[in-house]
Structure formats: C-alpha cells, structure tokens
C-alpha cells in the first residue's frame, strides 16, 4: 500500500508549480483554422501581440489603419480580442476596446494567449489519484474493516459497491484538488508566425 497518499498531489503542485507555457508554429499566413485555434485559446481574454520590431516602426508609412476607435490610438495594440482575418499581406484584428485594425502581417512576429488550467489540472489530479483510491478500494474489498470498536472476529471486507465506492471518491477528491491547483496556475500559449518580408531578419526582432 502506498505510504504517502499525499505524494502524488505534492507531484501535481510541482507539476503547475511554474505555470504552464507552450509555444506553436502557425502559417504565415496563419490558416482560418489556426485562427479559429488562437481565437479559442484565448477564451474571450485579452491576447498579447508581439511585434517583430517597436509596433510604431511597423505603422510607418501608413501601412496600419484603424476603425472604430473612440480616440486617436498612439499605435498598434498591445493586446488584442481576437484575429478577424489573415492573408499574406495583412493581418485584420479586433482591439480590446471594439476598435478593428490592420496590420502589416510580416510585422507581427506573434501572439499569446492566457488563461487558467483548472480543466487540466482536473484530469491530472484525477489520475494522480486513481491509483491511490485503487490500492485504499483494494485494502478495503480484501481486508479488515479499520474500526477498532468491531472485534477482529466480526470484521469482514468491504462490498464490491464499497469499495467501488471508495475508488471514486478518491478520485473525485484528486480531480477537486487538482482544478483547484489548476485554477491558480496561470498558462500561456504562444502561437508564433513564419516571416519573410521586410522585417524577416532575426537581428532586429524584439523580444
């Protein structure tokens, strides 16, 4: 029997210890399902936009434009809602406060999305635990009931039900832990576009 049942959730607050950060490799440009994949991932969220070189230097020459704005922006936006179209030339996004611009595609080096990972977690800490709550169900179904007001002469197993039971709740308890862990943990995802246009040099991307 496993001696530490609280091991494989002290495993799972290591696991999101540091956040979860993965990065992707889209088109250039990016295809309307990889659109949809970024607009997804960012869950309604503001998505960061990286720029290949100081937003301001991409705009030069009236090659940004924008609609809708409420007041004249000082440049392109830092963060955006959602990415409306792409085509090799531009980029056409919706801004955080409604306002659509156009962008120069080879500018934009990439976007991040952000979120929590409660749903992972889940899944994770329900696993974690699925084994612990087997070896619990499996001590109980073939053993000695714990109680110590019951002599050992009328002690009999768990039922198949009991133990059954047993197996899932121990789970659920590791699913509960592992959204709430989740929850807290912040997690990125970077979807990066493939450039070869007037900004494609890697010396000048800004990091």
Do not use: K
């Not at 399902?33 to 030069?60: D, K, M, W």
């Not at 980029?91 to 500018?107: F, H, I, K, Q, Y």
């Not at 509960?176 to 450039?195: K, M, P, Q, R």
């Amino acid at each position: 029997m496993l001696r530490n049942p609280v091991l494989p959730f002290v495993a799972l607050a290591l696991t999101f210890g540091n956040g979860c950060a993965h990065q992707h490799r889209v088109g250039h440009p990016p295809s309307a399902s990889e659109i949809a994949e970024i607009n997804r991932a960012g869950g309604g969220q503001a998505i960061a936009v990286q720029y290949v070189v100081n937003p301001l230097a991409i705009c030069v020459g009236g090659a940004c434009s924008v609609s809708g704005a409420i007041a004249v922006p000082a440049g392109p936006p830092a963060e955006i809602e959602r990415i409306v179209s792409a085509d090799s030339h531009q980029l056409t996004v919706v801004g955080t406060s409604g306002e659509r611009w156009t962008l120069p595609a080879d500018g934009v080096l990439a976007v991040t999305t952000r979120g929590h990972a409660s749903g992972q977690g889940a899944l994770i800490g329900g696993l974690l635990a699925l084994p612990v709550g087997g070896l619990v169900a499996l001590f109980a179904a073939t053993g000695p009931i714990l109680d110590p007001s019951v002599d050992s002469y009328d002690r009999h197993p768990a039922s198949t039900s009991t133990a059954l039971g047993i197996l899932v709740g121990v789970t659920a308890v590791g699913a509960i832990i592992g959204a709430i862990v989740g929850d807290n943990t912040l997690t990125s995802e970077t979807y990066e576009l493939g450039h070869t246009g007037r900004f494609a040099d890697p010396s000048i991307l800004s990091r």
